[in-house]
């Protein structure tokens, strides 16, 4: 396993804003997810981040809202753009060491709060 | 599409054994994870199956039959700390075989 750092660690957050979410890893990793749950839900998949590639998105994200940077094999940023009350969610960064099992390991979250 | 079906609550006492059931419908399957994730916490890993039948790990164990797109967490000895939502995930092999997680199910261990 590795150390997972996100910051923010929480935010409160004014409508029509943006934020960026930092995720820093201490070890080297090929493949970075970003995960949002909203109050009472699971965990959704948003993107796959791939460094030196674009981020894949999953249905309903789109790059526009969720643009994300992935400069090298431990760092990435999630920035959630144009902010609303429906944005206000725990976002994760999470990580595959283990290829065999694919077992993800989760940051401790972001929690943003939109006004 | 997929679907993650797991109960929204369970109670049980300290020192008892309580099973968490998990039943998916998914477009193609590689891989069950269990998570434990704590309240206002990250979930942590506790569990992988692959192929039919027992992983026991300590105090928690975990059953897969594929045939009937069914799991369960088993944990035993319950301690008040287990007081956790669970995660059901099945890893679909879909790009870069990604996790699909149920909505988690609250264990509340009470005294």
């Known amino acids: 396993s590795a150390v997972i750092s996100q910051k923010p660690s929480r935010d409160i957050c004014q409508r029509g804003t943006s934020l960026t979410i930092q995720c820093q890893v201490d070890?080297?990793?090929?493949?970075m997810f970003w995960y949002r749950q909203q109050p009472g839900q699971s965990l959704t998949l948003i993107a796959t981040?791939?460094?030196?590639?674009?981020?894949?998105?999953e249905s309903g994200f789109v790059i526009d809202k969720f643009p994300i940077s992935r400069p090298n094999l431990t760092f990435s940023t999630l920035t959630v753009s144009n902010m609303s009350p429906e944005d206000s969610s725990i976002y994760l960064c999470s990580v595959e060491f283990t290829r065999e099992t694919g077992e993800l390991f989760f940051g401790e979250g972001s929690r943003l709060t939109v006004l | 599409g997929q679907n993650i079906d797991q109960p929204t609550e369970m109670t049980a006492t300290e020192g008892a054994i309580v099973q968490i059931n998990c039943t998916y419908q998914t477009s193609g399957f590689n891989g069950l994870f269990w998570y434990q994730q704590h309240a206002g916490e990250a979930p942590t890993f506790l569990s992988y199956?692959?192929?039919?039948g027992l992983e026991e790990k300590g105090r928690f164990s975990s059953f897969l039959s594929r045939s009937k797109g069914y799991s369960y967490l088993l944990l035993k000895e319950l301690q008040m700390k287990d007081s956790a939502s669970y995660l059901c995930?099945?890893?679909?092999?879909?790009?870069?075989?990604?996790?699909?997680f149920g909505k988690g199910t609250m264990l509340l261990v009470s005294p």
């Open positions: 995930a099945v890893r679909v092999p879909s790009g870069y075989s990604t996790l699909t």
């Open positions: 070890s080297q990793v090929t493949m």
């Open positions: 981040a791939n460094q030196g590639s674009e981020a894949t998105y």
């Open positions: 199956n692959v192929l039919d």
